[in-house]
Structures are given as C-alpha cells and as structure tokens.
C-alpha cells in the first residue's frame, strides 16, 4: 500500500480514508484530529508511547493521566466529557448483572403500538417479549451474565434477582399488571438498585477489567410531567461509575405537549444528561408506531456495554448496499 | 528442567530470584506461558560444592516466537547484576540507562531479576518497533496503533528479517486487551486470529510475503460489521455475536469458531430477534457448511460472509414468520 508523502491537508485527510473508524478509535481519527493535523488520539502525547523505561511510574505522568479519572463533584447537569480523552475500561466481556426496569404505568397498555400483522398492541405485551429474548440471548451468549427485575410504578420494586437463569427471570415478568401513577420517582429507583449492589472498587480502571460491570435498562413511557431528580451523593457516584450503565428505552406519545406541561423531549433530554460519561445508550420509541421499533431498541441493547461502540457510532447497516467504507487497509 | 530441577540445582544465593521468575514469571494470562528456564550451568570450578548453577537460558514467548535469552551470573559474586546475552539479536542493546532494575539492582529482592527482565522486554519492543521503520507500509501500520492509548502500549512486534529474493519485509503483529497484570503484553492463542481491523479483537496480524503458507485471517475487518458487534469473547476469541440489519429487521449472527480454525469453518447461528419456537426458546438456525476456504485471507472472508448473509437473511427471515411464534 502506497502511502503519499504526507502533506499538509491532502496527505492527512488520505491517511485518515486509509485508517478504518475502528472500535479502538471509536470518534474516528478526523474527530480527533488536533489543530496540527496529526491524528494524535490523545492530547497526552505520554500517553501514546509504548512504555519505556520509568516514565510510566513518573509523578508528573500520572497526574496528568489521572486527571480524567476524576469523579466529577455532584451535578445535576453533568458536562459530557472532553472528546479527546475518554477514561476507557478495557474492553473485556465481563459478565453483566442487568437490572430490567419496566414501568407499569397505564401508558403501558394502551393499545397503540402497530404489530408486526397490523393489529394493535400494547407496550407491556411487546416489552415482555422482548425482555425474554433479552434474557434468553445473554445467557446464550455467556451464562454468567445476571439479571434482575424491577417494576415501577409511583415507587419500584425490586421483584426477582438477581438470577442468571432466564427463565427464573421470565416466570416474574407475565404477571404484572398496570396502574395509573401520580409520579416517577427516579431517586427511589436508583435508591432501590443502589442498595442492591455493589459496584467492583476502581483500581486500575483502565488496565484491569472488573469482574463484572452493572447495567440498568429502563423501559419508561410516562409522559406527563417534568423529570425531577436531584440525585444524592450516593446515587451520583453509582451513575459516574465507570463500572455502572444506565441505558433507557423511552416510550413516548411523540406529541409535543401544549400549554406549560413538558415535551416528552424534555424529558429525554433529561435522561441522556444524565449519562456523563457518554457511555450508556437512549433509544425513543413512539407509542403509537410500529411495534418493531421497540424490539428493534432491545436487540440493540444486547450489546456488552464494555464492547459496544458509542452509540452514535453504532451502525447494523452492513447487510445494506455497498460498503463505502469496506477497506482493506489494514492488511 | 523442571523448575523444581532448576531451584534445586541453582547457587542459593540466586535461588529467590530464579524462583520468582520461574513461579511467577508470567507474560501471559495463559499459565503455559510462563517463562521456562533450560540450560543450567555453572561459572565456578568443578571443586566448587553445589549447588552453584550461577547461569542459565530463559525463553520467552514473544510475538508468536520465544526468544532465548542467556542469563549469566556469577556465584563468586552473588550480589551483582547479572549479564544477558540476546540470543541471535546480536544488534539489540538496550540502554542501561532505562532499565531502573539494573540501575538498582538489589540482589536481596527476590523480583529484582523478573522486573528487570520485564523492562528488557520493553525495550526488546522498542527495538522491534525501530526495526519496522524499514518498512512504510508496516510503518503506517504500527504507527497507526501506536496512536490509541489502549494498544499502543500492548502491542508485541516481531519484525522478521527481509526475504533476500522479494526484498519484502515481513513482521508479526500481535495485540491484546489492555488486561494485563504483569505490564508485559500477553501473547495469546497464536493459532486463533479474530481481527475486525486494529482492534479489540485482534490476535495476531501476520504479513508476510507472497509465499506465505499460513493464514491469519481477519474476520469480520470491515469496521460496519465490528460496529454491530454485540459481544466477543474477549481472551480466547473463539466467538462473537454480531448484530446486523437488513430492510428494518434485526438479526443476530453467533459465530463460534472451531478449535482448529481456519483449517474448521467457523459455525454460524443465526437467531431472530422477533420469534420464539412453539416451546418458547430462541428462534434460531444453525449453519455449519456455507461457503468457506480456509485459504481466504481475512478480507476475503469477510467479503464471502457479507455475501452468504445477504443471500441467507432473507430465506431465515420467511422462515422465522412462518414457523417461529412472535
């Protein structure tokens, strides 16, 4: 492979065709690309070289090193991390314990969602589905995997696991039933899973993997209503851990309301703000559409969150039409 | 030799060191990959009483290779570095100067030896890497991985030497997972190559030249596919699940891959994400004899098993509507 000399723009923007969007570099090496041009994926250029001698014990290294690391004080709007630098867990598939959380709010079985024969359907008949496949697919995939239940309605509560047999799992999730409710106390929900478990202690975050990571999925459909969530301290060190994903499925009436009461949107916006380390995925679902989507979120969401890429890289795309990215670089 | 032959035979002075490189001397999580010790002998006269072994070979699996390297102490004087000879990398010379262990040497650590082994490995990487700078294309290639923080530092290179006739350069790159103990890179499974491109899941990436007899292919290397991966098995590489799309429907692909892959092809389950069977497990086909050559480099089979899919998803799918229960 003939590389040309590199230039200053022509050359890089080849070199960066040429370098494949790949897991390790997950922005793509032209994000990442600093003011020099150079495809430098890292500001700390000590970082970038192989270890030699004591530099990797250095002082001055480490803290610059560890300077990401920091866990952020308490916020209620957490900044999104600095592009450049991602505290990164080694990629490792270590076994989940998944904690399901399912809303039986009313919205749950309104029958709006169009099923796959056109006939209409309600969000906690596809939810269940799509639970046990969910399960069911993990386990297949590593029978170490865990899994736990919890139903929200005005509080949560935590009805079965952890188990790593799904269909301990399963025999829980067909008998529930939905009511109104008043609010979404997210605290309590988090609360209730904090107490629950117990996050691996972070040494060597980026070196050693845990011996398991801790994964929330929420499948939420209320509408009406703000988001309020002041979290404690406690719950915002669970939520800024790097061994702890809080993945959402949001159900929405997709009407932007009128009047003073929240958008569905805003209430998105509050969920993702709440991953501020850019790891978790969010997915939003219409109520009203067509019933695949939904399952299609889940099949989604059997990604391993060490081994996912950021989920706005994600891409199942590659059954359609040409590649334009199918390069042989590498070789 | 046994380690216990070797401990037994060892100068006592030097026994706690050689027993922590031979008892803990791993540069693998793999415990076959500890470091072995042959060759023992000795310095001193034979009217010396034993045990006094003050010398001896170390292998090191390196990169798909073991190096030998001789380690040369001397019983007389139990508390000085020892000397090292690099078997035939007659021009790798490390620099004292980045070798702490040697610099302070501390004959009453019984680590001493084993870090300051560990850091000539370091620098043995270093000085494969300088080797590569004879060639651009594997340049590019090394450089590239060198970039990201989480490779760049676990990466083993073996730079071969140039092929006379073809003049072509040949090299071995071998990368891990940043899960290492011992801040050696891990070598892995060297027969076993799962690589979607410079990433998390590649083993070893061979180049060689146009008379190459083995294959280290590179499995699902087009970064769309590694994009949709939902999980690999992270040490052995022996499978994945991958998550494709085609016309808004989901389908999971699991690929196990067989013991002696690539000479076995891999095994392919395809499961749809809608269906259970009538006694409610996963709606799942398997497909052990679709297209395959086990002398397809990785991109051929990458291309081949893009194709088989798109011409296979659409007779799973017709299936899984018509047997599977929604």
Not at chain 1, 276 to 305: D, Q, T
Not at chain 2, 29 to 56: A, E, I, M, Q
Request: glycine share 6%; aromatic share 10%; net charge negative.
């Amino acid at each position: 492979m003939e590389t040309p000399e590199p230039g200053p723009a022509d050359g890089e923007e080849r070199l960066v065709e040429l370098r494949p969007r790949t897991r390790s570099n997950p922005e793509g090496a032209e994000d990442r690309r600093s003011s020099t041009g150079s495809l430098g994926g890292n500001s700390n250029p000590n970082i970038s070289q192989p270890a030699v001698g004591s530099r990797v014990e250095g002082e001055g290294e480490a803290s610059t090193s560890d300077s990401p690391t920091q866990q952020q004080p308490t916020l209620t709007t957490p900044v999104p991390p600095p592009a450049e630098y991602q505290l990164r867990v080694p990629r490792v598939n270590c076994p989940e314990k998944v904690i399901i959380c399912l809303d039986l709010s009313e919205e749950m079985s309104l029958p709006k969602l169009e099923s796959f024969n056109g006939s209409k359907t309600n969000a906690l008949n596809i939810s269940q589905k799509m639970i046990e496949m969910f399960v069911r697919t993990k386990h297949k995939i590593d029978k170490r995997h865990e899994f736990a239940l919890v139903v929200v309605n005005d509080d949560s509560l935590w009805l079965s696991g952890f188990t790593s047999d799904p269909r301990e799992l399963c025999s829980c999730l067909y008998d529930l039933e939905t009511n109104v409710c008043e609010s979404f106390n997210l605290e309590d929900l988090l609360n209730v899973i904090r107490q629950k478990i117990e996050l691996p202690s972070m040494d060597n975050v980026q070196t050693i993997p845990p011996p398991y990571v801790v994964r929330t999925v929420l499948i939420y459909s209320r509408n009406a209503g703000q988001l309020q969530f002041n979290p404690s301290e406690a719950v915002s060190k669970m939520l800024q851990s790097p061994y702890f994903f809080f993945d959402v499925v949001y159900l929405h009436n997709g009407m932007e309301e009128q009047g003073d009461d929240t958008s569905w949107r805003d209430n998105y916006t509050s969920f993702c703000n709440l991953d501020s380390k850019g790891m978790c995925y969010r997915f939003e679902v219409s109520l009203s559409g067509p019933a695949i989507e939904l399952h299609n979120c889940m099949a989604k969401l059997l990604a391993h969150p060490l081994q996912r890429p950021f989920q706005s890289h994600a891409s199942y795309s590659l059954l359609e039409g040409e590649d334009p990215q199918d390069i042989e670089a590498t070789v | 030799m046994s380690p216990e032959v070797a401990l037994h035979r060892i100068s006592p002075e030097l026994r706690p060191m050689l027993c922590s490189v031979v008892r803990d001397g791993r540069v693998g999580l793999d415990s076959t990959n500890c470091l072995r010790v042959t060759d023992l002998k000795t310095g001193c006269t034979s009217l010396t009483p034993g045990p006094c072994c003050d010398r001896f070979k170390l292998h090191i699996p390196y990169a798909g290779e073991t190096l030998k390297w001789d380690i040369i102490f001397n019983a007389q004087y139990p508390e000085l570095p020892p000397d090292f000879i690099f078997g035939e990398d007659a021009e790798f010379l490390p620099e004292p100067s980045e070798l702490p262990h040697l610099v302070q040497w501390d004959a009453g650590d019984p680590e001493c030896l084993l870090q300051l082994v560990k850091e000539l490995i370091q620098q043995y990487h270093h000085y494969q890497c300088q080797r590569l700078r004879e060639s651009s294309r594997l340049l590019f290639e090394y450089d590239s991985l060198l970039e990201d923080p989480n490779y760049g530092r676990n990466m083993e290179i073996y730079a071969g030497r140039k092929n006379s006739w073809t003049g072509e350069f040949s090299a071995r790159f071998l990368l891990k997972l940043p899960v290492d103990f011992s801040n050696i890179p891990v070598y892995l499974l060297k027969d076993t190559a799962l690589d979607p491109g410079e990433d998390v899941a590649l083993l070893s990436v061979s180049f060689e030249d146009a008379e190459a007899t083995q294959v280290f292919p590179k499995l699902f290397l087009s970064p769309s596919i590694e994009q949709g991966v939902v999980e690999y098995d992270a040490e052995g590489f022996t499978k994945l699940t991958l998550l494709l799309m085609w016309k808004d429907f989901c389908f999971l692909v699991h690929v196990d891959l067989p013991l002696y892959f690539p000479r076995d092809q891999p095994t392919l389950t395809f499961q749809s994400v809608y269906h259970f069977t009538n006694s409610g497990q996963l709606y799942s086909q398997v497909q052990v004899s679709y297209p395959y050559s086990p002398r397809w480099d990785g991109n051929e089979m990458a291309k081949r098993a893009k194709a088989y899919f798109k011409s296979f998803i659409p007779q799973f799918q017709e299936g899984a509507f018509a047997n599977g229960k929604l």
